[in-house]
């Protein structure tokens, strides 16, 4: 198996963390961290020199290298869909930060894109490789919690002013697209819908109440799911000092309770607490208070995926596909904020 060069798209903060993951993946995967390219040339020469690897004076020269296999993109999550699109055609198979995209259109680009190029994508969503949280979701889908009732998730996050300052596109509408939920809160979304199912409905309330940025930093969102159970996220970045994010998970026969990727509480009429569950012991670092806080073991599941997905030519687990689905969610939020009404999820994936 030839091995695949890697490259990485922007220097930012959450770059070291995939290149650190991709040196990981090397000792087991046929993968090398090959090149690196950002807007700011001095960036890119520093990180380069950092990693030893490539530095290419533009993003047009990386991916018309045939050398360059596959690249992950690290920019402002308003130039995502755009890289991507311009990745997929030229046959770069992809790991995009989160959020894949902002506006429908651009998602619809990123998919259709992908698509016709034959090009894997992986949508960074690496929660979803926790075992607690798969855990988690099996118990729900296969009914062990009974009839489900509610599927919550609060995410109380806390972000300094000295953050948003760190970085003009942070906060702003066209280059981060939303705030507490768009940026920091995707996750919980995903993990969310990924464990619960489907979502029917939203009927949010966003609002800006303690940062001086152009996105919410506050929202209330109520859930249907098309099981017939409700829920509520609640997300802010604005609450000292910042807390894990909370899962919690009730059915008329059971209920999981999960922070971060540790499981506070899994208590089921009739069983025992299976002996291999370890309460309150979190896998992944959380990064409710600082961004930086993260470790790479997430990142390294992600990309491995995708490094497996071109080895045994498969879709990667969080592909496309599945990476339009939390930002579809978000984006209904926000209209539902905006006109005071609920939004249908189905019509809305639907409109054009």
Same mark, same amino acid.
Not at 43 to 64: C, H, N, P, Q, R
Not at 171 to 188: E, P, W
Not at 256 to 266: H, R, S, T
């Given at each position: 198996?030839?091995?695949?060069? %890697?490259?990485?798209?922007?220097?930012?903060?959450?770059?070291?963390?995939?290149?650190?993951?991709?040196?990981?993946?090397?000792?087991?995967?046929?993968?090398?961290?090959?090149? #690196? *390219? $950002?807007?700011?040339? =001095? +960036?890119?020469?520093?990180?380069?020199?950092? %990693?030893?690897?490539?530095?290419?004076?533009?993003?047009? $020269?990386?991916?018309?290298?045939?050398?360059?296999?596959?690249?992950?993109?690290?920019?402002?999550?308003?130039?995502?869909?755009?890289?991507?699109?311009?990745?997929?055609?030229?046959?770069?198979?992809?790991? #995009?930060?989160?959020?894949?995209?902002?506006?429908? &259109?651009?998602?619809?680009? *990123?998919?259709?894109?992908?698509?016709?190029?034959?090009?894997?994508? !992986?949508?960074?969503?690496?929660?979803?490789?926790?075992?607690?949280?798969?855990?988690?979701?099996? +118990?729900?889908?296969?009914?062990?919690?009974?009839?489900? #009732?509610?599927?919550?998730?609060?995410?109380? %996050?806390?972000?300094?002013?000295?953050?948003?300052?760190?970085?003009?596109?942070?906060?702003?509408?066209?280059? $981060?697209?939303?705030?507490?939920?768009?940026?920091?809160?995707?996750?919980?979304?995903?993990? /969310?819908?990924?464990?619960?199912?489907? #979502?029917?409905?939203?009927?949010?309330?966003?609002?800006?109440?303690?940062?001086?940025?152009?996105?919410?930093?506050?929202?209330?969102?109520? /859930? =249907?799911?098309?099981?017939?159970?409700?829920?509520?996220?609640?997300?802010?970045? !604005?609450?000292?000092?910042?807390?894990?994010?909370?899962?919690?998970?009730?059915?008329? @026969?059971?209920?999981?309770?999960?922070?971060?990727?540790?499981?506070?509480?899994?208590?089921?009429?009739?069983? =025992?607490?299976?002996?291999?569950?370890?309460?309150? +012991? +979190?896998? /992944?670092?959380?990064?409710?208070?600082?961004?930086?806080?993260?470790?790479?073991?997430?990142?390294?599941?992600?990309?491995?995926?995708?490094?497996?997905?071109?080895? &045994?030519?498969?879709?990667? @687990?969080?592909?496309?596909?599945?990476?339009?689905?939390?930002?579809?969610?978000?984006?209904?939020?926000?209209?539902?904020?905006?006109?005071?009404?609920?939004?249908?999820?189905?019509?809305?994936?639907?409109?054009?």
């Amino acid at each position: 198996m030839k091995t695949i060069n %890697y490259g990485i798209i922007g220097c930012g903060l959450i770059a070291d963390f995939h290149a650190r993951a991709v040196l990981e993946l090397e000792e087991t995967k046929p993968v090398k961290l090959y090149g #690196v *390219v $950002d807007v700011r040339k =001095e +960036a890119a020469e520093k990180f380069g020199e950092k %990693y030893s690897i490539k530095v290419y004076d533009t993003i047009d $020269d990386m991916l018309a290298d045939p050398e360059i296999h596959a690249v992950s993109i690290c920019t402002p999550s308003g130039f995502h869909s755009d890289l991507a699109v311009k990745a997929a055609s030229h046959g770069k198979h992809i790991v #995009v930060e989160k959020p894949m995209a902002i506006t429908k &259109e651009q998602l619809e680009a *990123v998919v259709k894109t992908c698509d016709e190029n034959n090009v894997k994508l !992986s949508s960074v969503a690496q929660m979803r490789f926790a075992d607690n949280i798969v855990r988690a979701r099996e +118990a729900v889908q296969s009914g062990k919690l009974g009839r489900m #009732v509610c599927g919550d998730c609060y995410m109380k %996050y806390y972000r300094s002013p000295e953050y948003y300052a760190q970085g003009g596109w942070r906060g702003t509408i066209k280059l $981060d697209g939303g705030g507490a939920l768009m940026n920091q809160g995707i996750h919980g979304v995903d993990i /969310l819908e990924f464990i619960m199912g489907p #979502v029917k409905s939203v009927y949010a309330l966003t609002k800006t109440l303690a940062r001086n940025i152009e996105v919410e930093d506050t929202a209330v969102c109520a /859930l =249907e799911y098309e099981s017939g159970a409700i829920g509520v996220i609640q997300a802010t970045t !604005s609450i000292y000092p910042g807390y894990p994010k909370r899962v919690e998970l009730h059915g008329d @026969k059971g209920t999981i309770k999960l922070e971060e990727d540790a499981i506070l509480e899994w208590n089921i009429e009739g069983e =025992e607490t299976p002996s291999d569950i370890v309460i309150g +012991a +979190a896998q /992944l670092n959380s990064s409710a208070s600082r961004p930086d806080s993260l470790d790479t073991t997430g990142h390294r599941l992600n990309i491995g995926d995708l490094i497996d997905s071109i080895v &045994e030519d498969r879709m990667p @687990k969080i592909d496309q596909h599945e990476g339009k689905k939390p930002v579809d969610l978000i984006l209904a939020i926000y209209e539902s904020n905006k006109t005071g009404k609920p939004v249908d999820m189905k019509e809305f994936r639907n409109r054009k």
